[in-house]
C-alpha cells in the first residue's frame, strides 16, 4: 500500500473518532493480523490489537458460518471499562475501535458502518 493511501486511511479513522467523541481507537487491521493503518494511544500496542482483531475476525466469522447466521457484520465484547467492537471491511480486513464504557453504541456502529463503506474503496 502507498504511503499516500496510508495516510488516506490514517485521516479517516481521525475524522470518525471526531465523529463519534466516545471512540478512543481505531485501527484497520487485515484479516491475517497486520496493521494497515491505526489511530492508538501511545499505551496501547499496535501489534496486540491487530493480532486480537484478526483472531476475534476469524472466530466470529466460524461462529457465524457454522451456526447458519450468514456473513459476519460486527463483532463487540463489552468489558467493564468500555467496549471493543469490529466491523468487517469486505473479505480481507476489519475495523477495530475502542469505546468509552459510556458509548452511545447506536452512534457509534453507525459512524463505524458510513467509515468501513468508504474504506473499502480505499483498501
Do not use: C, F, W
Request: net charge negative; hydrophobic share 50%; aromatic share 2%.
Amino acid at each position: 500500500m502507498n504511503a499516500s493511501r496510508s495516510q488516506l486511511i490514517v485521516d479517516r479513522l481521525h475524522q470518525l473518532q471526531a465523529s463519534a467523541p466516545d471512540i478512543e481507537a481505531t485501527a484497520v487491521v487485515s484479516a491475517d493480523g497486520l496493521t494497515i493503518a491505526s489511530a492508538l494511544p501511545k499505551e496501547i500496542e499496535e501489534d496486540r490489537v491487530a493480532a486480537m482483531s484478526a483472531a476475534m475476525l476469524s472466530l466470529g466469522e466460524r461462529i457465524a458460518g457454522e451456526l447458519q447466521r450468514g456473513t459476519l457484520a460486527q463483532v463487540y465484547v463489552k468489558g467493564e471499562n468500555g467496549y471493543v467492537i469490529l466491523i468487517a471491511i469486505g473479505e480481507n480486513a476489519v475495523l477495530t475501535a475502542l469505546t468509552r464504557e459510556s458509548a452511545k453504541l447506536g452512534l457509534v456502529l453507525l459512524e463505524m458502518r458510513r467509515t468501513a463503506d468508504e474504506l473499502i474503496k480505499l483498501l
